[in-house]
């Protein structure tokens, strides 16, 4: 897929510009990694485990709730438990709220424990971090595969948004269905949809190529388009 391909001149709607301005503002304030101290970079990392095919509100809520119960604690030399874990994700505390005012249980507390257990064991049982692994300077397609090979939870998508997400690199795109939905209707009819690493490492090269044909950080694109398509 080429410039050559992209339907027309690149252009976007204007409510898209508008929501594009306010994340490009809020990705500027945001530290980067080497600013973040490893409990912040673990934290991000378990967000990113939780979002995989749940809500935004449900994994940023299961966070925030998992933190306040002391369960998420990468330096307890009893490890991080998953019983405790997936016994937290299942009570029905999390958001976004039913259409009765009721919250929610997360959606797969067992999954979500396991793989936040299976998280810890790679990074700090068989590695020495977070912090250390983005020392070591890689480019940041190659993180991003170590990334989905050896962390449970952890895909194409779910890497990037990590790596986005601490600044680590604005090269790469976070692609979900809003994404792909965006691409298909407004840059290019799309033959197929489904993400395997190589059809999305030819989306993301799609998507990438478009933001910069406008002159776009395509890391804050991807948050702008996100957050659009959800309401459109």
């Avoid at 779910?158 to 795109?173: G, I, P, Q």
């Avoid at 690493?197 to 990438?208: D, F, G, K, N, T």
Wanted: charged share 25%; with cysteine.
């Amino acid at each position: 897929m080429s410039a050559k391909n992209v339907r027309g001149p690149p252009t976007l709607p204007p409510r898209l510009l508008e929501i594009y301005e306010k994340w490009n503002d809020v990705y500027e304030r945001r530290p980067g990694w080497s600013e973040l101290g490893e409990e912040r970079l673990w934290e991000e990392l378990c967000f990113c485990i939780l979002s995989s095919n749940v809500p935004y509100e449900m994994a940023s809520t299961a966070v925030v709730q998992l933190t306040q119960k002391g369960l998420l604690d990468f330096e307890d030399s009893r490890g991080i438990r998953a019983g405790s874990i997936a016994s937290e994700l299942s009570r029905p505390v999390y958001h976004p709220r039913r259409k009765d005012g009721s919250l929610r249980v997360y959606r797969f507390p067992r999954n979500g424990a396991h793989n936040i257990v299976g998280a810890w064991t790679y990074l700090y049982l068989n590695n020495a971090g977070l912090r250390s692994l983005l020392r070591m300077e890689f480019v940041p397609a190659e993180l991003r595969s170590i990334l989905a090979s050896n962390v449970p939870g952890i895909g194409f998508k779910e890497a990037s948004h990590f790596l986005r997400n601490v600044k680590y690199t604005d090269a790469l795109a976070v692609l979900d269905t809003h994404i792909v939905s965006f691409l298909d209707s407004f840059v290019e009819p799309l033959e197929a949809r489904s993400l395997t690493p190589h059809r999305y490492v030819q989306l993301e090269a799609l998507m990438i190529e478009f933001a910069k044909n406008l002159g776009l950080s395509p890391a804050v694109l991807d948050m702008a388009v996100w957050e659009y398509m959800r309401a459109n």
